[in-house]
């Protein structure tokens, strides 16, 4: 019987919205090595093709956005198939469907094509043919993603669907199970913690089960929520936030997303301004060293939405929300600019509520 796989991470901590573990992907023949996050609402393989440093003004663009040094480029690979929409044009969108809501990505123009994937270095065995592959080449999202959804992958314009890489992974007794574990890494430790990603199982070594809060997936589309009961917040004083909302657990997006009630407490609680421009906490100089100075710490009391009398506590310290952005993100035009910023956004019922690479450093 096959066993879970645990796929080793590049060694790197990058991105222009923090600094987030990536891990390498061989896409083609002969392979392309790309780095990648994983990501837990899509199904496809998306990279940053070369085109997606054109008129880019970052210095060494191609390396910045996970190329080895190169970006994905599907005419130099010899098992490459372009894919062509119902009307015989090779346009596509791709609709990052759990995000759209937030407005963060929208519908994103995507060469799509079939591909050869081997996941991990010169790990042939795990090569899985005619896999879909979706190349970008907007400056939003920056990384390539590797998609974690077990459900058939449908583009809009394609009359067909195709297996995920969990759901070629299991049909082929690569691994045991279409479950999957994955923990962001925390670049902010004293050893910096690198990602955690295995497929078919989760990482021992990382999980204490007798501490576990068991969920099930969401039945439409499988995805990953939990219910937030409360946030407390650690400063010297004790600040407790009730809210009580279903959150979806979404690696695709930096931030957490809260209700605009619980983003307000936070802002009284830590001395928070909201920036209107760019609709973000931005962080001074000072006023991060004053956050690092005040053994900050802040618990999220997550429940099942199936049982709600199962709970776990997760704590996160300030330095997992002590990011520092990067060009294009709030705006900036510089390549060279960095604004720090605090990861919480103002959400409400109608977009939902999102806890995103941030939470999934600790938890």
Known sequence: MSSALSIAPSQRFEGND?????FNLYVGTPPQMLRVLPATSISYVTLIMRTGCVNVPVSACESARGGSPLLFNFSTSLTSSRLSALDGSRNFFLP???????GVFGMIPAAVGLDAVTIGPSVSNLTLTSQLVAGINAVDPWQGMFGLRSIMNHVPGLDSNYTSILQGLKSADKIPSLFYGYTAGAPYTDRQDFGSLTLGGYDAARVDMSAALSVNFSDDPFELSVLVDRIKISNGNITHISMGNVALVDSVIPEIWLPGSVCDQIENAIGLVYDNTTQMYLISESQQRVLRSTNLTFTFTLRSPQNPSAMIDIVLPYAAFDLSASYPVAGMKNASSTQRYFP????????????????LQEA
């Open 96 to 102: 990052f469907d759990s995000e759209l809501p937030l």
């Open 18 to 22: 923090g600094a987030w573990s990536t």
């Open 344 to 359: 919480i956004r103002r959400a409400n019922s109608t977009t939902g509520y999102y806890l995103g690479r941030t939470f």
